[in-house]
């Protein structure tokens, strides 16, 4: 009988990738084939002598994640360069990877995980790493240096429970007088479970989703931050749900959160 295995973990054992995570954001991309099909999802069980390859550039981030930041940065005109970033939720470091890439000085990236940094960033002295940290808790001393913006993709939790902690350790640095936010919305994790539950975990109700842009835009107002806009993200989560894009300014007077602008396909080429 032929052994057969996951194509991400088959992937990660030939040397292709250097993590699961990476692989499915391959896969995802549409640039990994088997046996000169394009592969549709990680699952997918392959023999050890099936032909995998990469057919295709590899994605410029090292997860989706880092797209989604990248098109949040474009839609509001936010710059990086010179800047110290939190990442919040740093996971396999997406955000870490493309505020690098647009030019932050340096990043200190927060997970309640642990060893899932992209090695290439883990080897990186712009990036200052800190697992197993709950960021509902944070305080200004767990900051390897002070932060002027902060981004911030977690999951499992929602937003208006970490902001809190969070917004309180940003301050202004030279270049960057006002802090700034730029969140990832993830409206399952902000809705009541019962909403949750009805679609078995994925959100189709277009008043939900607002609902959660809402709550979010409100815990920004409670801490002093004004959101200037939300944009829906050009990529959709992991499980197939709508997220979207919030950008935050300290002592700003913020714009509704039902000022949502949609994805242009043209920033994501």
Known sequence: MTMRARLDVEMVRRGLVAS??????????????????????PSRLVAKGDPVNIAGPAPRYVSRGGEKLHHALAVFDVSLVHRSVLDAG?????????????????????DV?????????ANDERVTQRDGVNVRNITTDELPFP??????????????????????????EEGFDTPEALVLVKPQFEAGR???????????????????????AECFSTHGYGVCGVVE??????DGNVEYLMYARRGVVGQT??????PTSGDMA
């Open 147 to 172: 932060c002027s913006l902060l981004v911030a993709d977690v999951s499992f939790i929602s937003l208006t429970k970490v902001l809190p902690a969070l917004l309180a350790v940003l301050c202004g």
């Open 233 to 238: 993200s050009p990529i959709k989560g992991g």
């Open 90 to 110: 740093s996971s396999t470091g997406g955000f870490t990877d493309c505020s690098l890439q647009h030019g932050a000085r340096r990043v200190a990236g927060f």
């Open 257 to 262: 959160s039902h000022v949502v602008a949609s």
């Open 194 to 216: 019962q909403e949750v539950s009805k679609g078995r975990g994925i959100i189709t109700d277009p008043r939900i989703w607002m609902e959660a842009c809402d709550a979010v």
């Open 113 to 121: 995980g642990k060893a899932q940094l992209h090695e290439r960033l």
């Open 20 to 41: 699961r995570s990476e692989a499915a954001d391959m896969i995802a991309a549409g640039v990994v084939t088997v046996a000169g099909a394009i592969a549709d999802k």
